[in-house]
């Protein structure tokens, strides 16, 4: 093993039980992420000022500066949604509870350990932090959704959270609010992914 890597206490050959683990990068952090829904003024404000910076500052070879978000100012750690409830539902709606997470490509974290979990199936994951006996943040990242099965076990999911949490998804890559209480917008949101 190589210094850096002991250093930073990367397993590099991680076994096979540790290929599938539900894995994120630090940028994608709240990248994608479901929110109360009583920030979505705030957010349709932030997408119209993302969408005229990005005019402004695009050039040929990509940006000249990085637009920085400010903070919602309803958080979801302030809507107090119980980590255990939030845990039911998504045991309730057919995902599985991580064990562990890779992060960076590298880094595998036991979540016992942490505060960072995950509920994931091969192709989504809830990603959720917490305080105390509450879910802090939720972001979520998705790959190709082959199976019709998947799909609407996602789909679900995500309407649940729409309905019984009052909770909206913003995709802040490509300037996407999808409104979790309508099955149409999340279907079309899921589409985009489909195989």
């Not at 039911?88 to 960072?116: H, M, P, V």
């Not at 996407?176 to 999340?186: G, K, V």
């Amino acid at each position: 093993m190589r210094l850096f890597d002991k250093i930073f206490r990367r397993n590099t050959n991680p076994q096979n039980e540790d290929e599938n683990l539900p894995s994120f990068w630090e940028d994608d952090y709240c990248q994608i992420e479901i929110v109360p829904r009583k920030n979505i003024e705030h957010i349709e404000k932030s997408i119209k000022q993302i969408d005229e910076f990005t005019e402004k500052t695009r050039t040929e070879y990509g940006f000249t500066d990085i637009f920085m978000r400010e903070d919602l100012p309803f958080p979801t750690i302030n809507e107090e949604l119980r980590t255990d409830y939030f845990e039911k539902l998504l045991t309730e709606k057919g995902f599985e509870k991580a064990t562990k997470i890779r992060y960076d490509g590298y880094t595998i974290t036991e979540c016992s350990k942490t505060t960072s979990n995950a509920f994931s199936l091969p192709c989504f994951t809830f990603f959720y932090d917490c305080k105390d006996d509450f879910v802090k943040n939720i972001w979520i990242s998705t790959s190709l959704i082959t199976s019709t099965e998947w799909f609407d076990k996602i789909l679900e999911a995500l309407y649940e959270l729409g309905e019984s949490c009052e909770l909206v998804l913003i995709n802040w890559n490509s300037s996407e609010l999808i409104d979790l209480t309508d099955r149409n917008q999340i279907k079309e949101y899921l589409m985009s992914y489909w195989k």
